[in-house]
């Protein structure tokens, strides 16, 4: 989806917004509750391999079964101006995942309520509307408390290091969602928003960081690179 499209579509994201926020208020003292974790919290893991996830039929997955393959990890919602992104995700799976490419999507429900449904629902969703056939995985949060240690790796691995240039107007919406919902995600190295991407090399100590505004197709340099 190009950067502009994506952009039209959350602005009229963003109007529907007014009335998702009055409904938010209700919760506003449940998500202040949500802390980004601080620097100061101690590194419980030392590699991305010594991580076990959920794939979407609730198995453990161990991430030591992707040593040796490049891997684009994001966090996805079914129901965001972003989601046809999974349409560039696929063709990118599809392009380089005979030369060493994994695409692990994550469902995530903490950016307006945007991945509402069951796993089952999300992988039928996925699959009718995008042929989507890299792995999806049990919907977690990104962000906060309760977040899985894999983003609390990725995000201490990966700080974030500001919005992509040229999407200022996009990264300003998206920052005065958090503030007036209260979450919090604007700041430090949360993640902003669905969609954000971290591309790991083959031998899981490279770690690079994109924005949910960065299209699939902005990441096939960096992919190529990291496969070679």
């Not at 919005?163 to 969602?177: K, N, Q, S, V």
């Not at 770690?207 to 992919?223: G, N």
Request: one cysteine or more; aromatic letters at 10%; hydrophobic letters at 35%.
């Amino acid at each position: 989806m190009k950067l502009f499209e994506a952009i039209q579509a959350m602005k009229k994201l963003f109007s529907l917004t007014v009335v998702a926020l009055m409904l938010f208020s209700s919760c506003n003292n449940q998500n202040k509750n949500i802390q980004v974790k601080t620097e100061s919290e101690p590194e419980t893991t030392s590699c991305i391999y010594d991580i076990t996830v959920k794939d979407i039929n609730g198995n453990d997955v161990s991430l030591a079964n992707y040593k040796g393959r490049v891997l684009l990890i994001v966090n996805v919602a079914s129901k965001c101006g972003l989601t046809p992104q999974y349409e560039g995700l696929e063709a990118l799976y599809q392009q380089y995942k005979d030369q060493g490419l994994e695409i692990l999507a994550f469902p995530c429900n903490q950016f307006l309520g945007q991945e509402p449904g069951t796993n089952e629902e999300i992988q039928s969703f996925c699959s009718l509307n995008y042929n989507v056939t890299f792995p999806l995985f049990d919907k977690i949060d990104v962000n906060g408390e309760n977040e899985s240690p894999l983003y609390t790796y990725l995000k201490e691995q990966a700080p974030f290091q500001g919005y992509p240039e040229g999407t200022e107007e996009f990264a300003a919406m998206l920052d005065e969602i958090h503030q007036k919902t209260g979450t919090g995600f604007d700041q430090g190295d949360a993640i902003r928003w669905n969609f954000g991407k971290f591309l790991v090399s083959k031998d899981g100590k490279t770690i690079l960081r994109f924005e949910p505004m960065a299209t699939p197709d902005m990441l096939e340099e960096a992919v190529q690179e990291m496969l070679k």
